[in-house]
């Protein structure tokens, strides 16, 4: 199942950051998901991934960012992954994104993106933030 992040659920996914890095994140965009294993219940969720999507209306372009996973995830769940990505982009979709971006270091993301007909962009790139 997958679920918008709202006001409700964001502290779950600050919750996660904080584990996995020792920090919250701030400005998050609006478009956020959530990947949930399903349950017999509409109430009691096993949150399992959760993303983002930054939109620049201007060109169609979506940047995926900020994805984690719950820290108690079990190897098993790394379907949750792709289910996130492939509700990701359906949403994408829907906001007339017709270019998505995703940035990762790690090579089974990258095999799973491939797999989800990503195509291998720039490599031995390192990006520059600046919060202002």
Not at 10 to 39: C, H, S
Request: hydrophobic content about 35%.
């Amino acid at each position: 199942m997958l679920r918008h992040i709202t006001k409700e659920t964001l502290p779950i996914v600050q919750e996660w950051f904080y584990e996995r890095w020792g920090k919250g994140l701030a400005n998050l965009p609006e478009i956020g998901l959530m990947a949930t294993e399903d349950t017999d219940s509409n109430t009691d969720y096993k949150d399992k991934a959760a993303g983002f999507i930054y939109h620049d209306p201007t060109c169609n372009v979506g940047w995926i960012g900020w994805v984690v996973t719950n820290p108690e995830n079990s190897l098993a769940d790394t379907q949750y992954i792709d289910y996130l990505f492939r509700g990701l982009e359906m949403i994408a979709k829907k906001h007339g994104i017709k270019t998505l971006l995703y940035t990762t270091e790690k090579d089974s993301m990258g095999k799973l993106l491939e797999n989800r007909g990503y195509q291998l962009g720039d490599t031995g790139v390192t990006h520059y933030i600046k919060q202002i």
